[in-house]
């Protein structure tokens, strides 16, 4: 017999929390059935509507970690031939480590190519054939001279640790343009920038905005291969996650945690399929792995050709935003406070062929409109020694260029004095290239924000201009 005086307890509220949590996600997981659903192949592609007409669908951003020399890359100085071993004679700004030589010259040779007459020094080779595509920035600058700081204002227009990265941003802007791979992904040679992985979060935006990290080689993630022995037995586990999680559909809400999980996970059950594909290079031709450098003797530009190659082909399937990070060389990255010449001879090995082959294959293929290429560090080097053979941090002027997706070809851009070491001339600041960027995507660098403690938030912060960098 029951008592007739048996009453069920009320649930406290962390019972109510438990009962409660798994359907959180609920919406989301409608709208996921409701579209492609788990496994099922996507029959449309995903793009939001742009401010205004885009020039470029896409952008591969080649970042040079620790700093490249733009007094010995991409702006030649006369001045520092003459004074060679003299005392600097201008004002000295504060320096990373303040182990301060005398002045110090070039040690590569600066050549002018194409029909613009582009100088570029004999580091870069085969990028230099290409000069009539670029724009070369000789003006920017940045607030930082720190590494960590700085890449954090490079990648995500803000000193501080755990914002948005740029990737975020256009993902969050334009969405995907393929149903089957991550919007942004960065394809990553060896070295993370200092900082680490927060330099490709999503900050406050939703999770499913960050950054998907590629490894080199030809296994870039794990578990990218099934674990069940057959794809009707993996089908069966999804149907059966799809029938549970159906139960759940009359308890709703919000919670970015949970909604970004489900949809990381469909992503990542689709990139069991597309990823195997994208990575396979069995049908690019033997001259095409021979450009991009895969056959050369050098390990490194093995590992930056193969990133610059698979750059292309994520291009090709419709990935918004792709970064690659350099490979390990013996003096690791571009960061050459000591021994400038086999520091930047053996960087420049590493990257220059592949970033040559990657630009001719884009032109080649008619990408290189829609495509835009940014070719960077985080700040440059100081024009006098760090004790007798390095060069200290110097973010008071340094060089970039940009190619395709909407810019100049052949243009020169700014000036720094005559010993490369401040921007006096079409000054340039991190978010002018981050508004450009944007711009060149279809967006309105002031009107892509997201509301957050109180404000509507950007990449730009409160400044930035489109550069009149266009084609």
């Known amino acids: 017999m029951h008592c007739r005086r048996f009453r069920p307890l009320p649930i406290t509220r962390r019972e109510m929390l438990g009962y409660c949590g798994g359907g959180f996600g609920a919406v989301a997981l409608a709208a996921l059935m409701h579209g492609s659903g788990y496994g099922k192949r996507p029959t449309h592609r995903r793009s939001a509507a742009t401010h205004h007409t885009a020039r470029a669908r896409n952008i ?137 992985l927060d330099n490709f979060g999503s900050g406050f935006l939703p999770a499913s905005m960050q950054g998907s990290i590629f490894k080199a080689g030809t296994v870039p993630l794990a578990n990218i291969a099934r674990q069940e022995k057959t794809a009707h037995a993996q089908q069966s586990k999804i149907d059966l996650m799809r029938q549970l999680d159906g139960r759940l559909l009359e308890r709703v809400g919000r919670v970015d945690a949970l909604e970004s999980a489900i949809r990381n996970y469909e992503t990542a059950f689709r990139m069991q399929v597309a990823v195997p594909e994208l990575v396979s290079l069995k049908q690019e031709s033997a001259s095409t792995l021979r450009n991009y450098g895969l056959e050369s003797d050098n390990r490194p530009t093995q590992i930056f050709g193969r990133q610059c190659l698979l750059a292309r082909r994520m291009v090709e399937r419709g990935v918004r935003f792709i970064e690659l990070t350099c490979p390990h060389t013996d003096n690791d990255r571009w960061d050459a406070h000591g021994n400038l010449v086999k520091n930047h001879s053996e960087n420049a090995r590493a990257v220059d062929q592949p970033v040559a082959a990657l630009l001719e294959d884009l032109s080649r293929r008619g990408l290189l409109d829609e495509t835009l290429v940014v070719f960077t560090s985080e700040f440059g080097r100081t024009p006098f020694a760090q004790g007798t053979d390095g060069r200290d941090h110097n973010p008071f002027g340094f060089s970039l260029w940009l190619c395709g997706g909407g810019v100049q070809g052949g243009l020169t851009y700014g000036a720094t004095d005559e010993f490369g070491y401040h921007a006096i001339e079409k000054r340039t600041e991190i978010h002018d290239l981050h508004a450009t960027m944007l711009h060149l995507l279809g967006l309105d660098h002031t009107r892509l924000t997201f509301r957050f403690s109180g404000r509507d938030m950007r990449l730009t912060d409160v400044r930035g201009r489109v550069l009149p960098i266009l084609s």
Do not use: C
Not at 70 to 81: A, E, T, V
Not at 89 to 113: C, D, H, M
């Open 60 to 196: 591969i951003f080649l970042y040079m970690d620790g700093g490249i020399s733009q007094i010995d890359s991409f702006d030649p100085k006369p001045r520092l031939d003459r004074d060679h071993g003299k005392p600097f004679a201008a004002r000295i700004e504060p320096t990373q480590f303040n182990n301060i030589g005398t002045i110090l010259k070039s040690p590569w040779r600066f050549q002018q190519y194409g029909l613009s007459g582009i100088s570029v020094s004999e580091l870069f080779p085969h990028i230099a054939r290409h000069v009539d595509k670029l724009t070369v920035i000789r003006s920017m600058v940045s607030p930082f001279s720190e590494h960590q700081t700085a890449n954090f204002f490079l990648h995500t227009g803000t000193g501080l640790q755990g914002r948005p990265s740029m990737g975020a941003w256009i993902s969050f802007g334009l969405g995907s343009d393929n149903d089957d791979l991550p919007a942004f992904v960065v394809l990553n040679g060896g070295l993370i920038p200092s900082g680490g």
